[in-house]
């Protein structure tokens, strides 16, 4: 479903916008994604913003954060967001970023898959681009994850609070359809793509990363390393990737 929308305090017509595609994440929580959408409403950049709720993300009454994905369903609320988009004034429907983050940027590769004209989107951020569960961790916890009755996917600040995050068993078929590079291996888009990786990932591989950047035809120099794990410092990327977008949208 379609979350907060962001405006700049200058103008409210054709805006350029940038959609906010987060992990995940219940519509409550906080993430990159949030930070990213308020910096590019703010000044110099003045974009305006739309994140997606994704469905089916559940807080249980014990506090665990249950994921029932499905991965159509993720792709029908990107599709139906830039339907919005296209009808609402405010936007400039010519003039659509996106900033993708971890299972988000996967999310955003089956889209651009399946709608190859891309419907407006002209450039995309991608954070630790979740590739699919053939490069989530190891041989080993994948298998190991996929025999339990769920699979937790609890992330570094969910054990400092103390969350556990998992999908349930009935969705791991729905986990097996991710990967997103067989599906990319053809593509001839025209966006521009800017790609965020933590050197030392280990929820998803960088190799697999670095080859969803080239999938999409992304330039060297916006391929973008940092000394960091899957979750790599917002203030390490976020003026770099703010100029990214403004100039891919506004210029």
Known sequence: MIGPIYLPEEGRKNLPVVIGLTGFLHFTERGRCEAALERLAS??????GIKINFPGINIKCNGDIECEFNLQDYIAELRET???????KIFNSEKI???????????FGHY???NPDSHGISSAVLVSPFTGWSHFATPYLREAKLTSDRALISSTQDYQTEIIRYIPKQCFPEVRKTDVLPVLRDSDLQIEVMTIIGKYDQVVEPKSMKKMHSALHGKRGNLLKYRASHEVPHEAYIERAASFLANSLIN
């Open 112 to 114: 651009l898959a399946q």
């Open 82 to 88: 830039i339907e919005f988009i296209r009808q609402d």
């Open 97 to 107: 970023g996106v900033f993708a983050s971890s299972l988000g940027a996967g999310i």
């Open 43 to 48: 000044s110099p950049y003045n974009l305006s």
